[in-house]
């Protein structure tokens, strides 16, 4: 356990952010978990331009696999995701933070903050990758078992399948536009 100006860290705090509202920031980009600027900076309580000028003056300390900046067609994707306005707003693509990204941030960020916020964001992390991680083994576990099943037995093999129908991730349809054509 550390401490930080006289506050304890660790499993006895209670988290400074639940990890519930960080998981919903949390995005699927590039086939990384990443989050976004103004989520990050939202949670530091900083303004996304602090955040951002922080990072630049940084640079070399966020490679590609820490950082990157999303494509036109990302960003138009995910502004019509989150229906945000086209008057006011960005005048530039966000930045995408991996998790590795969001812990180089509290060496740039150095308030304190930061520092709590950072932490509960790491914990939020390692707990999707403990969820994926069983997610995995229970799919592996199923496979195993269904090498194993005697053919002749076709209820054996009806629940089997059953189940692997429950386990197997939902195709994902296209979301259909809104608004006039």
Known sequence: ???LSGKTLGPTNKALIPQ???AEKIYLLRNRKVMLDKDLAELYKVPTKVLIQSVKRNLNRFPEDFMFQLSSEEFSNLRSQLVTSSWGGRRYRPFAFTELGVAMLSSVLKSEK?????????????KLREILSSHKELAYRLQDLGRNIDKHDEEIAAIFNAIQQLV????TLPKRKIGFR
């Open 114 to 126: 930061a520092i709590l916020v950072n932490i509960s964001i790491m914990r939020t992390f390692a």
């Open 168 to 171: 197997a991730p939902k195709p």
């Open 20 to 22: 519930e509202i960080i």
């Open 1 to 3: 356990m550390s401490k």
